[in-house]
Every structure is written in C-alpha cells, then in structure tokens.
C-alpha cells in the first residue's frame, strides 16, 4: 500500500519545508509515503469562497486515482490520540489495496463533491493551525505511528 498526502499549494515557509522534508524521510523507512502538491489557483480575488472550494474540489477529484482510500483532514473528523492512530494505520495497511490518501484541502475547506469522495474524516485538533503547520504536525503523526508500530523509541506512554 502506498500512502500520500495530498494538498492543495505549496510549503512556502523554509523551516516548514525542512521539517517536513526530515519527517518525510523518516517515515519513508517503514512505510511507502510521498506529498503530492497541487498547485494553488490563481486570481482567486475574483471568487468566492464557494468558487474556490468547487476550483480545488476539481483539481483534488483530478489528482486522485481509481481505487484510492480518501481521509480528509477535516476539523469535524474523528480525533485519535496517538496510538488510536497508529492502530488506524496498522488496520489500514493491512486493508487498503492501492493507495491511501490523506487530504488537506485550501484556507475554506472541501466542495460537497470532496466530501462525497471521502470514505473518512480526521481531526488532528479542535485548535486551528494554518495549512503549513498541518502538514508538519500530519507528517510527524504519520512517523511517530510508524515508531510504535515498529516499537521505536520515539514514543513514550
């Protein structure tokens, strides 16, 4: 099983980049994990909200592939804890056949046509981050799960 994260513009803040970067390479030890970034709309000063959930909700449905296990990191998922998502995982990777996809959509969310794709939705948070801080929060969730499910010592109880 493959798993990617998919999101909607690119990392701008270099100590974001690097952090990602590092936890990527981590990860990719125990698990087959990439980024997939689609770009950012352009003139979005002329839409409304609504028409830039629905522009990206297109390029999202466009990135994904026949056979995906779509989970949007939404604020109204599931919360877990860290080892109920290593579990997650575990459960995950013994079930998904393709690729497991995680989504972190742009700054107003999903259009309704993402949201009917989505099989799953989590919470990393009740707080709001910014989007760049929640890829790096994702990918060291994505590690740490990794580590526990290896029995690393990165994890402490």
């Known amino acids: 099983m493959k798993t ?7 990392t701008v803040e ?15 030890r125990f698990l087959s994990f990439e980024m997939e970034v689609i770009p950012e ?12 959930k629905e522009k ?15 989970v949007l990191l ?12 290593a579990e997650y995982m575990r ?10 996809v995680f989504v972190i959509g742009g700054p107003y969310g999903f259009s309704a046509k993402v949201y009917q794709t989505a099989r799953e939705k989590i919470s990393l948070s009740r707080m709001t981050f910014s989007h760049q801080m929640i890829r790096l929060i994702f990918v060291e ?17």
């Open 14 to 28: 270099k100590h974001f980049i690097d952090a990602i970067d590092d936890y990527m390479r981590r990860t990719q």
């Open 4 to 10: 990617t994260l998919l999101v909607v513009g690119r």
């Open 91 to 100: 459960h995950k990777m013994n079930t998904v056949g393709k690729r497991l």
């Open 41 to 52: 709309l352009k003139n979005t000063k002329s839409l409304s909200e609504e028409q830039q």
């Open 141 to 157: 969730q994505v590690y740490r799960a990794m580590t526990i499910l290896n029995g690393g010592p990165y994890h402490h109880e």
């Open 74 to 85: 939404d604020e109204h998922g599931k919360e877990m804890r860290s080892v109920e998502f």
């Open 56 to 70: 990206e909700g297109e390029l999202i449905l466009k990135a994904l592939q026949p056979g995906d296990f779509v």
